[in-house]
């Protein structure tokens, strides 16, 4: 394997925003292939279906849409309209071919985030939060951008779940949201294989109040 090819252990050790940019910018058009498809990577269509499950509607805004994956399955569920943000302009270019969003914003959600005054009545988020990217003080940006009693389904990597601390972030936002629930998912389906096969999610459904 080319070690200099974006992959997995590659996106799990990035740093910076630069970073971030850098790789998905390689990686935007051949992400479906070699790693969506190759690793068997389910964990948009739970997203998606947790969210229309707890009752969520749109608007939706997508976080970290990348080439719109969540976005897709959100739509096939008859959920519209659907808003993506990404930090990268390559993935929302892959994204924007899929027809499926009203609006694509590029930003990077660890700061203040503008969608030139569009709220939202849910959020989603598939695979933002994880090793690498980013951590929960974000939370309070996707926050600002949604209206009172929206739905929020976020996914967030188990292991990074840990090291970041969620646990006291969403106790420091107890007075804002309610409903938290914890639901344990699989972020890859039975025909992955790899050493991150087996990795697991854990995607935080609540409203905000």
């Known amino acids: ?28 058009n051949d992400y479906e292939n070699d790693f969506a498809s190759a690793l068997d990577y389910v964990l948009p269509n739970r997203v998606a279906q947790i969210f229309l499950d707890m009752g969520g509607t749109g608007p939706v805004l997508d976080v970290g849409a990348g080439t719109g994956l969540a976005g897709q399955a959100l739509a096939k569920l008859g959920v519209h309209p659907i808003d993506a943000i990404d930090l990268s302009d390559a993935m929302l270019d892959v994204a924007s071919k899929k027809k499926i969003y009203r609006n694509l914003f590029t930003s990077d959600i660890t700061q203040p985030i503008a969608t030139k005054n ?11 939060f994880t090793h690498g990217h980013v951590g929960p003080n974000a939370i309070d940006n996707l926050l600002s951008v949604s209206r009172g009693g929206a739905y929020f389904a976020l996914s967030i ?15 420091a936002l107890k007075d804002v949201i309610e409903n938290l629930l914890l639901h344990n998912v699989e972020i890859y389906g039975e025909n992955s294989k ?3 096969c087996n990795d697991l999610g854990i995607v935080a459904t609540f409203r905000k109040v």
């Open 194 to 196: 790899g050493e991150h």
């Open 157 to 171: 990597n188990k292991k990074h779940w840990f090291e970041k601390e969620f646990v006291k972030k969403f106790e």
């Open 1 to 28: 394997m080319n070690k200099n090819k974006p992959n997995l252990n590659l996106a799990y050790s990035l740093e910076t925003v630069q970073d971030n940019r850098e790789l998905y910018a390689a990686w935007a």
């Open 118 to 128: 569009h709220s939202y009545q849910g959020v989603i988020s598939s695979g933002t």
